[in-house]
């Protein structure tokens, strides 16, 4: 187990690296999925700070799925008082809507416990007001996310129900670019991220 030291030293490396750091999207053309069987999150993870974020949390909650934790950009408790000894036990599917920093430092830690990042999304403001969702994943995610071209302001509700119906057999990853028109002023600059961390397959 990573000491508390260590931890933090992962997070300050996140800290220091660009947004957009995260590895390349492939571009295998869409596959039809084995198997509509979604993986059971045990946990989706909110960033309390961000309006967006506690929306996305909200929706988890209304769908009745796993049980919601919420954070103020730092993962460190959740880490070393319940996800590192779940892990260690089994390998359970965990999600979010967050900053990079987050999901970059439990992408890392997850590779210890064979499990990896399935699906990820960047949500960025563009300076026109609308929203780019930059998005990788099983193709059948992806197909489900074209609604996001109309959600506007609700688009995190829409990544929560994504996120809920990740798919346990996932073809090769592809990705898509999606933009919705102009909505509310967010109050978060940076992209967001949301992803689904899931036990890797053999």
């Given at each position: 187990m990573a000491s508390r030291r260590?931890?933090?030293?992962?997070?300050?490396?996140?800290?220091a690296l660009p947004i957009s750091v995260h590895p390349p999207f492939s571009s295998t053309p869409p596959m039809k999925p084995a198997s509509d069987t979604s993986v059971g999150l045990y946990k989706a993870v909110f960033d309390e700070r961000f309006s967006e974020s506690v929306a996305f949390a909200y929706e988890v909650k209304a769908l009745g799925k796993p049980v919601v934790h919420g954070i103020k950009g730092d993962i460190t408790d959740l880490w070393f008082h319940e996800l590192h000894a779940r892990w260690k036990r089994e390998p359970v599917a965990v999600a979010g809507l967050t900053g990079h920093g987050a999901v970059f430092c439990l992408e890392r830690l997850a590779w210890d416990h064979r499990m990896r990042v399935v699906y990820r999304?960047?949500?960025q403001r563009l300076p026109d007001g609308g929203m780019q969702h930059l998005l990788s994943?099983?193709?059948s995610m992806l197909r489900e996310a074209e609604n996001l071209s109309v959600s506007g302001?609700?688009?995190p509700k829409l990544i929560a129900r994504l996120?809920?119906?990740?798919?346990?057999?996932?073809?090769?990853?592809?990705?898509?670019?999606?933009?919705?028109?102009?909505?509310?002023?967010?109050?978060?600059?940076?992209?967001?991220?949301?992803?689904?961390i899931a036990p890797r397959m053999a």
């Amino acid at each position: 187990m990573a000491s508390r030291r260590e931890f933090l030293q992962l997070g300050m490396a996140a800290l220091a690296l660009p947004i957009s750091v995260h590895p390349p999207f492939s571009s295998t053309p869409p596959m039809k999925p084995a198997s509509d069987t979604s993986v059971g999150l045990y946990k989706a993870v909110f960033d309390e700070r961000f309006s967006e974020s506690v929306a996305f949390a909200y929706e988890v909650k209304a769908l009745g799925k796993p049980v919601v934790h919420g954070i103020k950009g730092d993962i460190t408790d959740l880490w070393f008082h319940e996800l590192h000894a779940r892990w260690k036990r089994e390998p359970v599917a965990v999600a979010g809507l967050t900053g990079h920093g987050a999901v970059f430092c439990l992408e890392r830690l997850a590779w210890d416990h064979r499990m990896r990042v399935v699906y990820r999304g960047e949500h960025q403001r563009l300076p026109d007001g609308g929203m780019q969702h930059l998005l990788s994943g099983p193709p059948s995610m992806l197909r489900e996310a074209e609604n996001l071209s109309v959600s506007g302001a609700d688009w995190p509700k829409l990544i929560a129900r994504l996120v809920t119906r990740c798919p346990v057999v996932r073809p090769r990853a592809t990705t898509t670019t999606i933009v919705s028109a102009a909505t509310a002023r967010t109050d978060k600059s940076d992209p967001l991220i949301s992803w689904v961390i899931a036990p890797r397959m053999a």
